[in-house]
């Protein structure tokens, strides 16, 4: 790249607007844990009579695909084709999820519906003051789901499934919450295989289950999840963490997502890049991780580079930032416009 970093950003951008203008068609191979998303909006003004917590007078419910699923709505929304391997419970919430990628146009044909098992339910209560504020906070998360682990078979189904797919892939997204669909034998199988293939592997995995992503392309951390590592292996800064973990795991690159503080990527071609967040106002940070694995997978798979894909990964999580909660999901059209005002934004300074 040239020593303009102004220069080389705004060549950036434009070829990521265009990516995303022209990306129709392009598969990717997405296998990882689904859930419900549930949120319940009120106004909490009065304290319990009996406990210090909040009374929460519901107004509104709503609810969405969240974790794979998430990512699947993501891409289709930039006009891919999904060969989406996942599973969820024979019961209510996993009917709403079927409905919701219904919705938004996911192929389902590979997810396995399993009788007589919960689907994963995330269920929030925001509340703000009624007259007095706007902006809800968060008062409570519960978690709902099951009790048993997944069977082997199944995992084992869905990995080979996957597996068949990648042949008419052009990206494979490993979206792991430890609940079963992936497993570390299974992941290993995944990443090898686009290997071979020579497609990139976007893996967004638990800290305490990396070893599932060796080899992979790149993998997604949370800014705070890395400094957890830091301090565990007692290294001087965030960015010597990084160059370990990459030679340790075999990674080509860390995408770090740091909120309001930006996204970093840490690469073994050269020094970590900071890409601070421009996004006007943060309101909530859900489904960010969705967002950017979805954005890695349409950028890399379309032959760009690691740093175009961190950045369109960075204007995907200023789009999620800015959102109102419910309402994360990235697409096409609003990111193009996030990209064109930053584009913008550049040249108006640049005068």
């Not at 797919?165 to 686009?194: F, H, P, R, T």
């Not at 970590?272 to 943060?282: G, L, N, Q, T």
């Not at 909660?325 to 934004?345: C, G, K, P, R, V």
Request: glycine residues 6%.
């Amino acid at each position: 790249m040239e020593d303009d970093p102004i220069k080389n950003r705004e060549e950036s951008l434009q070829r990521l607007i265009s990516l995303l203008r022209s990306i129709e068609g392009n598969q990717v191979t997405l296998i990882g844990d689904t859930m419900l998303d549930r949120y319940h909006h009120g106004f909490a003004n009065n304290l319990n009579s009996t406990a210090p917590v909040p009374v929460l007078k519901i107004t509104r419910s709503e609810e969405s695909a969240g974790a794979s699923a998430h990512i699947a709505i993501g891409l289709t929304s930039f006009g891919m084709k999904v060969a989406f391997h996942t599973c969820v419970g024979q019961d209510s919430e996993g009917d709403a999820v079927l409905r919701s990628l219904k919705k938004s146009e996911v192929d389902d044909n590979n997810i396995i519906s399993i009788p007589e098992r919960k689907t994963l339910t995330k269920i929030r209560f925001f509340g703000s003051r009624e007259s007095l504020l706007d902006r809800e906070q968060i008062l409570l998360q519960a978690d709902r789901g099951p009790n048993e682990p997944l069977d082997r078979k199944i995992s084992s189904m869905l990995t080979t499934n996957a597996i068949a797919s990648m042949n008419n892939s052009c990206a494979l997204v490993i979206s792991d919450y430890d609940k079963g669909v992936v497993s570390e034998k299974g992941a290993q199988e995944l990443i090898k295989k686009a290997n071979e293939m020579g497609i990139p592997s976007i893996v967004d995995p638990k800290l305490t289950g990396l070893d599932k992503s060796e080899g992979a392309t790149v993998v997604i951390f949370e800014k705070r999840g890395l400094s957890l590592l830091t301090r565990r292996i007692n290294a001087k800064d965030d960015e010597e963490t990084g160059k370990i973990l990459l030679e340790q795991y075999d990674w080509e690159g860390i995408l770090v997502l740091g909120g309001i503080d930006g996204v970093y990527l840490h690469h073994k071609d050269g020094a970590s890049i900071h890409m601070p967040c421009m996004a006007p106002v943060a309101r909530q940070q859900i489904g960010m991780h969705d967002a950017a694995a979805a954005s890695l997978a349409a950028a890399l798979g379309a032959d760009l580079s690691l740093h175009d894909a961190a950045l369109l990964a960075s204007a995907a999580c200023e789009c999620v930032l800015s959102a109102s909660t419910s309402q994360e999901y990235i697409d096409s059209e609003t990111l193009t416009l996030w990209l064109d005002e930053l584009s913008w934004q550049m040249r108006i300074s640049d005068r």
